[in-house]
């Protein structure tokens, strides 16, 4: 026997053991049951990640609340201050603005240097 019909006869042993399955081909009813399967699975899968959603949204609207809830006392304060500034820098403030620069003319160096 020589080398190269050796070595076919490995290929052919090798090749007729590897495609060798021990389960038979399945049938329609089998394949029909698989689909059903696949299709619940993929129901389920989606049923829990719409359940994971909506508890994460949940989580997330409790948690604004809660810093909404904390935040009222600081917010309150921050408007009021607001509008009291916008007063009290109208009333002090006395000069010509060009351009967002302020120009102060301070009366006592006049009549110091006059």
């Not at 021990?22 to 696949?38: M, R």
């Not at 719409?50 to 409790?62: D, E, N, R, T, Y």
Request: charged letters at 15%.
């Amino acid at each position: 026997m020589s080398i190269q019909n050796c070595s076919y006869t490995l290929l052919a042993i090798r090749m007729k053991y590897l495609s060798y399955t021990s389960t038979p081909p399945a049938n329609l009813l089998q394949k029909a049951g698989l689909i059903v399967a696949t299709a619940l699975l993929g129901g389920l899968v989606l049923m829990f990640s719409a359940i994971f959603l909506v508890v994460i949204l949940g989580i997330a609207v409790v948690a604004w609340t809660v810093l909404m809830w904390k935040t009222r006392a600081l917010r309150k304060q921050m408007r009021n201050v607001s509008h009291c500034d916008a007063v009290v820098a109208h009333e002090q403030f006395e000069g010509e603005v060009i351009e967002g620069e302020v120009i102060r003319v301070d009366e006592s160096q006049d009549k110091v240097s006059g």
